[in-house]
């Protein structure tokens, strides 16, 4: 069995104790080649013009300047094959949404536990989609809600019946 190349990942996070602290704990996961930390998306999309992207990206929603969702937009322009992984302390809806739809690959909180953390670089690594469960379920929530509701057009019973007879070719005598 071939392990996975080594791959590079990016820390998008302003607080710079938190970056560092996940920074560490990636690092020692089998298969990084590097952990880069940058405290804006300016910072990381400057990067990411001049150098090689990253495999995974780590990203706060709450930045500074330029928010994480757009940042996730911009990283997914430039770089469609990156994964990227929220990592934040929001939790709304909306957020998770327009995270989601940006381009994200996962969603965590960081009340996740280091361990969590870096289960879920390793998931989306392998093509993955990690979330911390109370996220899983709104996303779930959220998904039930834009679910077509069925129409009957007006049709009772037995119109429903024989409609479906005769999608099945069956032939009014039949």
Same mark, same amino acid.
């Given at each position: 069995?071939?392990?996975?190349?080594?791959?590079?990942?990016?820390?998008? &996070?302003?607080? /710079?104790?938190?970056?560092?602290?996940?920074?560490?704990?990636?690092?020692?996961?089998?298969?990084?080649? /590097?952990?880069?930390?940058?405290?804006?998306? &300016?910072? #990381?999309? &400057?990067?990411?013009?001049?150098?090689?992207?990253?495999?995974?990206?780590?990203?706060?929603?709450?930045?500074?300047?330029?928010?994480?969702? $757009?940042?996730?937009?911009?990283?997914? #322009?430039?770089?469609?094959?990156?994964?990227?992984?929220?990592?934040?302390?929001?939790?709304?809806? $909306?957020?998770?949404?327009?995270?989601?739809?940006?381009?994200?690959?996962?969603?965590?909180?960081?009340?996740?536990?280091?361990? &969590?953390?870096? $289960?879920?670089?390793?998931?989306?690594?392998?093509?993955?989609?990690?979330?911390?469960?109370?996220?899983?379920?709104?996303?779930?929530?959220?998904?039930?809600?834009?679910?077509?509701?069925?129409?009957?057009?007006?049709?009772?019973?037995?119109?429903?019946?024989?409609? $479906?007879?005769?999608?099945?070719?069956?032939?009014?005598?039949?």
């Amino acid at each position: 069995m071939t392990s996975a190349p080594p791959f590079r990942v990016w820390l998008i &996070e302003d607080n /710079a104790l938190f970056r560092r602290t996940v920074g560490r704990i990636v690092e020692a996961l089998p298969g990084i080649a /590097a952990v880069e930390g940058f405290s804006s998306a &300016e910072a #990381a999309l &400057e990067k990411l013009v001049t150098g090689p992207a990253p495999g995974t990206v780590l990203v706060d929603v709450g930045l500074p300047g330029i928010d994480g969702i $757009e940042c996730i937009r911009r990283l997914k #322009a430039h770089a469609p094959a990156t994964q990227i992984l929220v990592l934040t302390v929001f939790e709304d809806d $909306e957020k998770i949404f327009r995270a989601v739809c940006a381009g994200a690959s996962g969603y965590l909180l960081k009340s996740a536990s280091m361990l &969590e953390i870096t $289960e879920a670089v390793a998931e989306v690594r392998r093509g993955g989609s990690p979330m911390t469960p109370r996220v899983a379920r709104r996303v779930l929530d959220m998904f039930s809600k834009l679910a077509p509701a069925r129409n009957d057009y007006g049709l009772g019973p037995r119109e429903r019946e024989v409609l $479906e007879l005769y999608v099945k070719g069956l032939t009014n005598k039949e």
